[in-house]
Every structure is written in structure tokens, then in C-alpha cells.
């Protein structure tokens, strides 16, 4: 099994705010559907309201992200799957539910996670 990373940046959830419930409510049920299929690993919405820092090896502690590197945010979701074909059926779900498309990534394999 591969981990995959899905995520749309923040911007892109473009929707009338009188229908935020409902598309949080689909959100939280493919969700819902990854925890009860066994692939779920982490889901979550970047914090927009905290400013990202960089901390360098000797902990000194640097405002902003790296130079030239756009600010990371909007929403992430990481599934253990069988193969691409499965990612892109679980973002095609993410993207119905969160009202835009989904960028969909795949980790590395580690034998150490």
C-alpha cells in the first residue's frame, strides 16, 4: 500500500458561505467513508490565521516560509491505497464534497513508516 497526499489550496473552495455547513458536512463524510474503508491516515485544513515559521537546525526561528516558496495552505488529506487509480477515485469524492479539484501526490516509499 502507497500513502498519497490529496489537497486543494485554500482559494479554490470558492462556494456561497450559506452553503459552508453542507459542504463541511460532505467533507466529513468521504471522511467518514476513508476511516470505515481502512485507508484514512490524516485529514486536516491548514490554520490560515498563523503565519508559518522556519526553524533552522540550530532552533533559530526565521518569520514566513522559504524564499520563493508560496505559503502552504488549504486542505490535506493522506490515504493508504493500492494504486494511483484508487487516489484518483478518493479525490474525485474530495472534489465533489469540497466543490473544486483535487492535486493528488504520491509519498516516497519509506520501510521506516
Known sequence: MTKFLISFPGEAMVFPEEDFESVAKAAHAVIDDA?????????????????????????TITEGTYPGHKVPNGGYTVLELPSREAAFEWAAKIAVACRCPQEVRQFQYDPAS
Open 35 to 59: 476511516k470505515a474503508a481502512g485507508v484514512y491516515v490524516f485529514a486536516g485544513g491548514i490554520n490560515e490565521d498563523i503565519d508559518p515559521v522556519l526553524v533552522a537546525g540550530d532552533g
